[in-house]
């Protein structure tokens, strides 16, 4: 319980308004620190929601297929630039932002982690890794800005934050094929 | 089952009979170049010091740039790379039951390497075709073969590295389940940086090399300056981890204690590794082109490798403590009395973890904007780190000096050594602090550091530096008598001192410790987490000094 109130703890850090300003005025911060933050935050949070809900989890998310889709849609749907682009225009998508990232996010992936296989997790990971490829691409070599809100330079540079988030994962993929940790432990 | 019967023997042999004769060859010829390489480095130092007072003239084929670049060479380079290696070989043979062949055979390939490594990049120093400092900034251009001759000593440092993976690795398939001996431990992150850290360095010497040839027009300093920093910095903390291993493990047992928690220990280098290489912008507070965020940033990465520091010291006091008071001292400071002031292998890393007390502060200092422009390039900077390098880490090498060089000889240190040991450890101690005082008072007053004698057309304000500049050449004196002693108790201990059995001294844990996590054994994890940290100080800046590059620099040669 001490971690939900931990994860509630930085949700509100985060949605402090200077906070939440500084972490938005660079691209890279907004993509690659504020999104994910808020996703730790609905994970850490999750925990008491599947004390006090089992009923409601077990029903709902029982294989927890439907929790993987639903975080796979919400975050899809942040990875857009025209919906980082529009959260900070219009107040009602800000707000959605927090609340979809933490509660329809990070809270699902974590009560769906435990419950879907090997099968489904790697998916999810092998995933994430081609979109952060695919979107690297698109930031470094679009040759136009794609955000209202961001210069060039720094899409760039967010593109290439996408590139070596995708190297550290391949990194991470190669070492778990190459080492069985039960040759370990 | 059969097999860990079988180790277990081979381990209680291992321990019985010493070191054996190959995994000791090893060890023994890499710390002979290691201690050569302090005795040149030294004169070259002394060399200096005396030149920089005005005290001698160098002869027309050398100057005292050329003395710089080889004196920063062999000792932050050679000596401290050598060391480290023959040292962490000796550990992993003696905790983990012997090398196995393959990874003695791959410490020979990275030695081969260094040495076919080193002619070419002292031949062209020798010949003042590399004149570059052992920083070898562009737009400074050396010899190509002087770049070609460093891709050598990393691939060699990298098979040794390498040879240390699959040791432990190789290790833990036979002990499943347990966890990695800590000296071996402490091995694994000392490589772990080594191999990583040096990345970006390769990175800045593989440009270099062509645009030294001629075959490119010009190269982008600031990337280059970024990309040695990433490595220099971590080569500072590799020293330091070194350093540590010894405090945390041996001198524990040195003084008959028990060494401090596992699992703080363990977190110690878990969180160096992780936190460590972003901290090298902390070297660029004054490079133009990166942005104050960002270098506020990195201040901050930097003051976190404070906390491991903070608690070594808390950890290492409270050993000290408890250990004093075992054997009977009592009272606010009686436990303290109780240590063995006259053995080296105590007083020496003793001193070198007070003189990090001082360094480390000057390091904070150095590490605050504001501050930093005070002292940046004067011999202020040239005090801390003799300080830190100079003093912490080199006391530490040697005090273990003395007991491991006779063990990897099968010899004994013998009550002569000993005290020739603490008379060299003094004799350090104080031409250390007149040296490193006078050097960061002068820094202070404005005198610039890598700058050979000269009385700036007799300017009164450069003449008020002189007296600084004497003592610190007084104490450059003692402590190249310090250098002569420390490198004849070496090479005594490895060829002369009596025959016989020498502990490698590692002490247990203390009684009813907590149970280590096994979470401190997932590598994978831990260097995820460390390139996902280097990957988020490193994009920003890098892309912003590719993408709105100066046109950039063709090679000068300034000397
Ligand atoms: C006999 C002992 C030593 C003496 C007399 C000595 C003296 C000096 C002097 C006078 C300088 C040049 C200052 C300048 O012009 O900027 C210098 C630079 C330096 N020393 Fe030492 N030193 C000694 C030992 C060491 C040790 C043991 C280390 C490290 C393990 C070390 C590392 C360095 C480094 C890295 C530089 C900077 C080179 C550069 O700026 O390119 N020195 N030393
Ligand atoms: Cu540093």
Known sequence: MKQAAYGFALFVFLALPPVARFLESVMIMHMHMQMPLLVIAGYMMARYFQLWFPGFLAKWNGNGIPGIVLFSIVVMYWNLPRAMDESLELAGSELFKFVSLTFLAGLPLRDSWQKVGYACRSTVFIGYMAISVALGLLYTIAPVQLCNNYLLIEQITLGWGFLTTAICMAVYVVYRLMIRHSEYE | ?559
């Open chain 2, 1 to 559: 089952m059969e097999t860990t019967k079988l180790q277990l023997l081979k381990d209680k042999a291992n321990r019985a009979m010493g070191i054996n004769p190959s995994d000791a060859l090893i060890s023994k010829t890499y710390m002979f170049i290691a201690f050569a390489a302090l005795l040149l480095g030294g004169i070259l130092g002394l060399t200096q010091g005396l030149e920089k007072a005005g005290l001698i003239t160098l002869p027309e084929w050398l100057t005292y740039y050329q003395v710089l670049t080889a004196h920063g060479f062999l000792l932050v380079i050679v000596l401290t790379a050598f060391f480290t290696i023959g040292y962490f070989y000796a550990g992993l043979s003696h905790t983990l039951g012997g090398l196995l062949p393959k990874v003695r055979t791959m410490a020979w390939i990275g030695f081969s390497l260094k040495i076919i490594g080193f002619p070419l990049v002292v031949v062209p120093v020798l010949l003042n075709d590399a004149t570059v400092l052992y920083t070898f900034y562009p737009p400074m251009a050396a010899s190509p073969w002087f770049y070609i001759g460093l891709v050598f000593i990393v691939l060699g440092v990298w098979m040794c590295a390498f040879g240390a993976f699959v040791q432990v690795a190789s290790w833990r398939k036979r002990n499943k389940g347990q966890h990695v001996p800590i000296l071996a431990f402490f091995a694994t992150g000392v490589f772990v940086l080594l191999f990583f850290g040096s990345i970006g360095v390769t990175i800045e010497v593989l440009t270099i090399i062509p645009w030294a040839f001629g075959w490119t027009d010009t190269i982008n300093v600031m990337v280059s300056r970024t990309l040695f920093w990433s490595f220099a910095h971590t080569l500072v903390n590799i020293w330091y981890l070194t350093a540590a291993s010894a405090w945390y493990v041996i001198v524990p047992k040195v003084i008959g204690g028990r060494r401090f928690s596992d699992v703080l220990t363990r977190f110690v280098i878990i969180a160096l590794v992780i936190t460590n290489i972003p901290g090298g912008f902390h070297h660029q507070i004054i490079d133009p082109g990166i942005s104050l965020a960002i270098k506020f940033m990195h201040v901050f990465m930097s003051l976190v490798i404070s906390v491991p520091s903070m608690m070594t010291a808390y950890a290492m006091f409270s050993v000290f403590e408890r250990r004093g008071r075992e054997l009977g001292g009592r009272g606010l400071i009686g436990w303290f009395k109780r240590m063995p002031w006259g053995d080296v292998r105590f007083l020496a890393p003793f001193i070198a973890m007070a003189a990090f007390i001082p360094g480390g502060a000057g390091g904070i200092v150095q590490s605050t904007n504001q501050l930093n422009q005070v002292v940046h390039n004067t011999m202020w900077v040239v005090g801390h780190f003799h300080l830190t390098v100079g003093t912490t880490v080199m006391l530490t090498f040697f005090g273990i000096s003395y007991w491991l060089i006779p063990y990897i000889s099968k010899r004994v240190l013998t009550p002569k050594i000993n005290k020739l040991g603490v008379i060299t450890t003094i004799i350090w101690t104080v031409g250390m602090a007149l040296m490193s005082i006078s050097m960061h008072t002068v820094g202070l007053l404005g005198a610039p550091r890598r700058t050979s004698y000269t009385t700036y057309g007799d300017s009164a304000t450069a003449a008020s530096w002189d007296p600084y500049i004497i003592v610190l050449a007084i104490g450059g004196t003692l402590l190249m008598i310090g250098v002569i002693l420390q490198a004849y108790a070496v090479f005594h201990l490895m060829f002369r001192a009596p025959k016989g059995e020498t502990e490698f001294p590692i002490a247990d844990v203390e009684e009813n410790a907590s149970e280590t996590p096994y979470w401190t054994e997932r590598w994978g994890r831990t260097i995820f987490l460390m390139l996902l940290l280097i990957a988020m100080a490193y994009v920003i800046p890098l892309v912003d000094m590719i993408v709105n590059a100066p046109p950039g620099s063709p090679p000068f040669r300034t000397w």
